[in-house]
């Protein structure tokens, strides 16, 4: 069963401060792997995508990084602003006909003053 | 401005009420969907539209009923929904199901709650 799996489910830390999010992934085959930022009462924001081939890639302050053997992602916020606060939401596509997506329960975070 | 917009953005109703969610897309996509997000689980695809042909139903109770007049607005009729069906109901657009790499736009969402 094709699954994706987020950690931490929550986050706080201080403004200014650097945190990465954990994505593990079940999805075979794969495709791509998205990270979505949801602000409070908003839809999700698509942030980066890493295809099979990609390791790292960069969005401003954030870089996601992925490791197709491990079926790992994670992403990493630097010098953290209290914009960043939201759920990330991680959501890998699978390489078949149907191409639908799985997504992961998300990370809350939390960014205090 | 993401490109979807979904009306109303709150729904409070009961479960004998018959209401419709609206979704409109200003992206000259193809493919549109229906999701339901509750606490603390993930997005639940409920179904997604393919060039207004429906291609996907995932299991979802005939007491949501969703209608695609064509490619740029999307419906979900709701008639005699339960306490659970209470969740944030999502509305995206993609060009099309069939290219990968591509993301799917959001809508912000109708909060409904069923009393």
Not at chain 1, 58 to 79: P, V
Not at chain 2, 12 to 32: D, R
Request: positive net charge; aromatic residues 8%.
């Amino acid at each position: 069963k094709n699954q994706v799996e987020q950690s931490p489910q929550s986050l706080i830390i201080l403004e200014g401060k650097n945190c990465t999010l954990q994505c593990n992934y079940t999805v075979s085959p794969f495709s791509n792997l998205r990270w979505y930022k949801q602000d409070t009462g908003r839809g999700p924001v698509s942030l980066t995508i890493m295809t099979f081939s990609e390791n790292t890639k960069s969005n401003g302050r954030y870089t996601a990084t992925l490791d197709a053997d491990t079926k790992q992602s994670s992403l990493h916020i630097t010098a953290s602003q209290l914009s960043d606060s939201a759920s990330y939401i991680c959501v890998v596509s699978g390489n078949n006909a149907g191409n639908m997506l799985t997504f992961g329960g998300g990370t809350r975070l939390m960014v205090k003053p | 401005e993401t490109g979807v917009t979904q009306t109303p953005r709150h729904l409070v109703m009961g479960m004998t009420n018959k209401k419709s969610l609206k979704c409109e897309q200003h992206l000259g996509h193809n493919a549109m969907y229906w999701y339901k997000q509750s606490a603390k689980k993930p997005l639940e695809l409920m179904f997604v539209y393919n060039f207004k042909e429906q291609t996907e139903n995932n299991s979802v109770p005939s007491r949501f009923s969703p209608e695609c007049p064509n490619s740029s607005h999307l419906f979900l009729h709701l008639h005699t929904l339960q306490p659970e069906d209470s969740a944030l109901y999502l509305c995206a657009s993609s060009q099309e199901t069939g290219i990968r790499n591509q993301p799917q736009h959001f809508g912000d969402g109708t909060r409904l709650s069923i009393l």
